[in-house]
């Protein structure tokens, strides 16, 4: 069983044990429901394993809102100065089980027997087409040309004297 596990959330690592809470950046997990984070290391009693199949069952806590961060700009003798700044958007989870065997996802597969498939039915025979039209040999009708161009308006050349 492993002691401590990383995690991937968010985009962020986090090195977790069992009983921890952790702030994170908000899921889309509804509180009071479980979810099963990327492990992406196990370690503890000395034996480190980079490719674990162990499962890491997280539960979701809270969506609390973070400390408020004030953003102050200032720019001396000219009067310039803006106030801005936001709460992050936070989950609150807590760690309830490490060590837990994943399924493999080639387990379902082989536990699921492909569906034979339903045997094609038999097509109609081809209906004979009509008679097609014969074409007319006859010219094309007449195209419209573009009207032509109007000459561009001259001036007058200037007088030298």
Do not use: C, W
């Amino acid at each position: 069983m492993a002691d401590y596990a990383i995690i991937s959330l968010g985009g962020k690592q986090y090195r977790v044990r069992e009983g921890d809470r952790l702030l994170v950046n908000r899921l889309p997990t509804d509180e009071g429901k479980t979810f099963h984070p990327d492990v992406l290391f196990t370690g503890g009693n000395g034996k480190p394993n980079l490719s674990p199949r162990i499962q890491v069952t997280a539960k979701v806590v809270g969506s609390p809102l973070g400390p408020k961060i004030r953003i102050g700009k200032y720019k001396a003798k000219k009067g310039y100065r803006r106030h801005t700044g936001f709460r992050a958007k936070l989950t609150e989870i807590e760690i309830q089980s490490i060590g837990a065997r994943s399924t493999s996802k080639e387990e379902p597969a082989a536990a699921a027997k492909p569906k034979p498939k339903p045997a094609a039915k038999p097509r109609a025979a081809a209906k004979p087409r009509a008679a097609a039209k014969p074409k007319t040999t006859g010219t094309k009708p007449a195209t419209r040309k573009a009207p032509a161009r109007k000459p561009a308006t001259r001036t007058k050349p200037t007088e030298t004297k």
